[in-house]
């Protein structure tokens, strides 16, 4: 869900309108936790950042700085400033700050350097904001980084955290992280320790893609900050869903199923897509241990989908979504791969995706050999044969071994 905190600001300035012209205004302040709830700043008041101020009129925007600082420039008399937030447990309270009104005499500089912005806890409980990013996913290649960015949003400590990375290791050769961490196979667990209120930090690791992963394929990474949020929301019972994939021969099978110690307790929408064209509508809810499995037919080099609409109000992942390109692959390389073109649904906090193709040499333990009929005139009628004779030599560097 995503919240609005609206502050308005209103600058007039007189001379401008005298002059016709529109000057220049640098506005500036600080979002902050309002410990005290005094509605004003205090050294030691710790700012918020990477919160996001927005001028509605002009349509600049500023994020806060690590201390909480944000800046705009304002090129009319008048601005209409918003500070925009996924975070329902933070809210402005102060009445000053819900309308502000500034007016100075055409001999008085406006003074709008201190346009300090109060924010308080609704509840406290932890709740995080999580980014992951990979700069490439290049095969035989060991500089591929994924950079997790996560902060703390709320005003309550986190402890013993946890990040964990959903990762089809089956286009890994290996991980390069100086820490410790736990490898389940297709998931990733990294500690994260304590997260103060309102910080922010980042881990980064590398990844060697294998030389045989095929190029032009999509392979998502999902992070998942953990433990989740032991904030209530409204409408959500606990229920989740999980979907994984089997191929054989020319039908994937999805296997849905609610792995949760709840029941569902509305309904969900399945949608299942032949590389962008829908070709399954179905309802499902199920309670906790069920499951039911979709057997969905493929064409040759085609990109399978599944969509599991599980609830809207999901604290981290409304929709869940599980695609396949590879079942159905005839060759080592895919072309205009489907998976970019579908909404990756990670909007919500505590959960990002991040999807990337891979790119790389054909083979690069490969050789190509051109017939001499190609480059010289030596060719054939119709009708004929051209036949040639490849002759190869292996060179090979065998270690020297006493017997």
């Not at 700069?135 to 946890?162: G, H, L, M, P, Q």
């Not at 829908?278 to 080099?301: A, R, S, V």
Request: with cysteine; hydrophobic share 35%; net charge neutral.
């Amino acid at each position: 869900m995503k919240r609005h905190l609206y502050i308005f600001i209103l600058i007039l300035s007189a001379c401008s309108r005298l002059l016709g012209q529109t000057d220049t205004i640098l506005i500036q302040g600080k979002v902050f936790f309002d410990k005290n709830n005094n509605c004003s700043y205090q050294i030691g008041e710790m700012g918020i950042s990477k919160f996001i101020v927005q001028d509605k009129i002009s349509g600049r925007i500023s994020v806060t700085d690590i201390d909480g600082n944000y800046s705009l420039k304002i090129y009319n008399d008048s601005a209409d400033l918003v500070l925009m937030t996924k975070n329902n447990l933070l809210d402005i309270t102060c009445p000053s700050f819900s309308s502000i009104k500034l007016i100075t005499p055409t001999s008085v500089k406006l003074d709008s350097s201190n346009l300090n912005i109060p924010v308080i806890c609704n509840k406290y409980c932890h709740l995080y904001n999580v980014d992951i990013h990979a700069t490439k996913f290049s095969r035989c290649d060991t500089s591929n980084e994924i950079k997790v960015v996560y902060t703390n949003i709320s005003c309550d400590t986190a402890t013993n955290a946890n990040l964990r990375i959903d990762i089809d290791t089956s286009f890994v050769e290996s991980i390069i992280y100086p820490f410790t961490f736990t490898n389940d196979i297709t998931k990733l667990y990294f500690n994260l320790g304590i997260i103060p209120p309102f910080s922010t930090k980042e881990i980064s690791f590398k990844i060697k893609i294998k030389c045989s992963a095929f190029i032009g394929t999509s392979n998502c990474i999902k992070a998942y900050i953990s433990p989740s949020t032991d904030c209530s929301f409204s409408n959500y019972n606990g229920a989740a869903l999980s979907i994984s994939t089997t191929c054989k021969s020319d039908t994937v099978f999805a296997l849905v199923r609610n792995n949760s110690g709840f029941d569902m307790d509305n309904l969900g929408i399945v949608k299942g897509y032949e590389e962008e064209i829908i070709q399954l509508f179905d309802t499902i809810k199920l309670k906790q241990g069920q499951e039911k499995t979709y057997p969905f037919k493929l064409k040759t080099n085609e990109t399978f989908t599944l969509l599991v609409d599980q609830n809207a109000n999901h604290p981290y992942q409304p929709t869940v979504i599980v695609q396949d390109e590879k079942c159905m692959l005839s060759a080592g390389i895919k072309t205009n791969s489907a998976i970019s073109k579908f909404s990756r649904f990670d909007e919500r906090l505590e959960y990002d995706e991040e999807c990337g193709i891979v790119n790389g040499k054909l083979n690069p333990f490969g050789k190509s050999v051109y017939p001499e009929g190609f480059t010289a005139n030596k060719f054939v009628g119709m009708q004929q044969y051209l036949e040639y004779q490849l002759d190869f030599t292996m060179h090979m560097r065998i270690p020297f071994a006493a017997w």
